[in-house]
């Protein structure tokens, strides 16, 4: 299996930045995809981003597409995502999610392993 975990959340002013990273270990990390979600209180895991396994494409939810980038470094086994010119709208727990399939990007279900979470919190 793959372990996830999260890190760089935390309270931020609209308009303001946060860069979320995600440790893996257990696998080869290059062998997955890797993607992140985002879930608010009340509301349905979101899609939020996702980065192929050797080639660094990259697919964004429209929500997020100019603000958010995901990348990956394959020698650390990490991915990261830099959030700018945060919204009130982008609060959550933000997961990082990984896919050894390569299938459906945006369905939650086509990721085997999650994180646990981290709490991301944009002020009006």
């Known amino acids: 299996q793959v372990q996830l975990v999260e890190s760089g959340g935390g309270l931020v002013q609209a308009g303001g930045s946060l860069r979320l990273s995600c440790a893996a270990s257990g696998r080869t990390f290059s062998n997955y995809a890797m993607g992140w979600f985002r879930q608010a209180p009340g509301k349905e895991r979101e899609f939020v981003a996702r980065?192929?396994?050797?080639?660094?494409?990259?697919y964004y939810a429209d929500s997020v597409k100019g603000r958010f980038t995901i990348s990956r470094d394959n020698r650390k086994n990490t991915v990261s995502l830099q959030m700018n010119s945060l919204k009130p709208e982008d609060t959550a727990v933000y997961y990082c999610?990984?896919?050894?399939?390569?299938?459906?990007?945006?369905?939650?279900?086509?990721?085997?392993?999650w994180g646990q979470g981290t709490q991301v919190t944009v002020s009006s």
């Open positions: 999610a990984a896919d050894p399939d390569s299938t459906s990007y945006s369905s939650a279900g086509s990721y085997d392993y």
């Open positions: 980065i192929s396994r050797t080639r660094g494409r990259t």
